[in-house]
């Protein structure tokens, strides 16, 4: 978790449940780098403190991420298929 420089208790709180926290005051976006840069995962997700997510919000941006990617190559096959016969 990236603190940008919050003048609330921001980073005391997302002590007890972030895996690691870095305070570094910034821009939005210089922020967003600073943790993408120290992140271990695969998956990157961002989003801003005053913000409240749906329940399901990771799960769902993964799928429509993944049938975006997807979609291009199923479409050139269905239409492949389509033209043999």
Known sequence: MVDGGSTDRTADVAEEYAYKVIVEPSPVGAARNIGAKHAKGNILA???????????????SLVRSTLTRMLPELLAQRFRMRDRN
């Not at 961002?46 to 769902?60: H, K, L, S």
């Open 46 to 60: 961002f989003i801003d403190a005053d913000t409240i997510a749906c329940e399901r919000w990771i799960e769902e």
